[in-house]
């Protein structure tokens, strides 16, 4: 049986592009990238992070086709092949790569339940076509909608999978869109817009270490435009429950500011590091300053926000966390710390938006 590759059948993206050979995942509007078509966003826009073939049905094997791109930069290692995680009723019981564009998963149980094939969280994945051993129908997913904006660190880098995010793995009662943009959190205004537009029981902004790492702000600029990128996700939610995530602990920005860069020294032995070029000047934006900062404004803003909740960075990730779970790289986390993480954000969710989950 061939399912159709529409929106009943493909959640978590935002738009779903027609091409000449299939559709390929969005995770912003047509608008946005043509108002802004910087290359380093457009590839992680493009990249399925939380986005998932679903369906219900009694099936024996979920092929795929599948045209994937990988990032890449000259000199440096490339990363692994995109992996593909296969769940059933909610639980993981298969993760596989595209071979030569085919991505099968067989031995599925055969009886009535509901599949989800999660999409490679920092691959470029066009869906060519998808075929199923039995009978599928599409489900209608109820569960509150939780829209979530965030860094390389909430589009996934280090998970081991992309349903083993941190995003992903903190509210399995929510439906997920996720926005996390690698390189991307920088407060512009077309993201927000893009938030602002999309249906949400529940919104989360994790701002802050791009800033840092592209040395794309001074303080000055910084306050207004988080101010600005907060009244705009508000016009479209003006009492929607609205968390802002500070910075997590990285030991490399916390006092040095960006821009960051590959670590040269770390190249030439094969190994993909990140250090800190930036020199420390008054109101130049370091993690520490830039935390502070963000959470004199969120709490400013409470005044009149009741709905909007300020989450420390520092109790999902601190220093603490670091020491025991090194960064990889010195910037992302690894896959260990991806659960610790959800773990400690999924109870300001549940806070933010009680009730019992649904499907």
Known sequence: MDLPLTEQYVHGAVELETTARGVLPHRLPAWARRQFPDPQLLTAEAQPSG???????????????????????????????????LRVDGELVGLTTADEGRV?????????????????????TELLSCRVEGSARPVVDERPVWVHHGSSLSQ???AASPSTTWVALAAPHLQLRNLGLGGGALLDASTARAVRDLPADVVSLELGINVVNADAMRLRAFTPAVHGFLDTVREGHPATPLLVVTPLHCALHEDTPGPGAFDLDALARGEVRFTATGTPEPGRLTLSSLRAELERVVRQRQADDPHLHLVDGLELFGAADEAAHPLPDALHLDAVSHRLVAERFAPHLRRALPGPPGR
């Open 104 to 124: 099968v998963f067989t031995g599925v149980p055969a009886r009535d339940q509901l599949v989800e094939v999660w999409l490679p969280q920092h691959e470029r």
């Open 51 to 85: 986005v998932r073939v679903v369906f219900r049905g009694t099936v024996s094997a979920v092929e795929l086709r599948v045209e994937a791109t990988r990032q890449s930069y000259p000199g440096v290692p490339p990363r692994p092949p995109g992996v593909y995680d």
């Open 156 to 158: 996934g880098s280090g």
